[in-house]
């Protein structure tokens, strides 16, 4: 029988997983904002705050996953 968690099993890309999950929209949001920077200023600064919102939500859930509580 195969055991699910087997002493030689490697979890990087689920470790991958989450930190794209943790880092990704932010840091697409960001870059969307730089790019409107010069157009729209209001809406970019509307991105910026969703980005750091959401890092920060994202910060304190995947991370209290990782660390196990």
Partial sequence: MILLLS???DFTG???IIL???F???ILLTII???IR???KKA???LFIIAVVYLIISLG???AMMAGF
């Fill in 24 to 26: 990704g929209p932010s």
């Fill in 44 to 46: 970019a600064k509307v």
């Fill in 7 to 9: 002493p030689n099993m």
């Fill in 14 to 16: 689920l470790f991958i």
């Fill in 61 to 63: 859930i995947c991370g």
């Fill in 20 to 22: 794209l999950i943790m």
């Fill in 38 to 40: 010069g157009k729209n």
């Fill in 33 to 35: 904002g730089f790019s």
